[in-house]
Structure formats: structure tokens, C-alpha cells
């Protein structure tokens, strides 16, 4: 089953929601026309795959970013260490 990892940490709190929300979301039936239940049902499925996919890969952009921010660190200090060496 997917995780329930919360749109809201990409986003921000106004546009909270998981993949089990999408996936979950329940339609009321209309009497007259409406749409096919089974195709909904693929369809949300679809859009929580999706949705979970681009949150993680959004966490994933995020820990390197910070990764990186610790090398450029790292690069800085050495840089100013090397200056100092050469004066």
C-alpha cells in the first residue's frame, strides 16, 4: 500500500493530501449519466502512483541540495585555508 506521505511538506499546508486520499476519495453516484466507477477508481489510482512518485523524488531533490550545501561548505573552508597558507 502507499505511504502516506503528505503533499503539504512539498507544497505547504494549504494543499495537504496523500496518495490514500486520492486513492480513497469516495464520489457520490449520480442518478442520471455519471462516470464509470471502474475508471475512476483507475484514474485516482493512477494520479496517488504519481503523486507519490513526485513526492519522493521531490525529498530525494532535497536531501541533495542539501548535500551539496554542506560541500560547497566544505570547499569554502578549504578555500579560505588555502588563501591564508598563501599570505
Do not use: W
Amino acid at each position: 500500500m502507499r505511504k502516506d506521505r503528505v503533499v503539504s511538506e512539498v507544497l505547504g499546508e494549504d494543499q495537504a493530501l496523500t496518495p490514500s486520499e486520492v486513492c480513497n476519495k469516495q464520489f457520490r453516484r449520480a442518478t442520471v449519466g455519471g462516470y464509470v466507477a471502474a475508471e475512476v477508481d483507475a484514474y485516482l489510482a493512477r494520479v496517488a502512483d504519481v503523486l507519490e512518485t513526485l513526492i519522493n523524488q521531490s525529498r530525494a531533490l532535497k536531501e541533495r541540495c542539501e548535500e551539496q550545501k554542506a560541500r560547497i561548505e566544505e570547499f569554502h573552508e578549504m578555500e579560505l585555508t588555502l588563501r591564508s597558507a598563501l599570505t
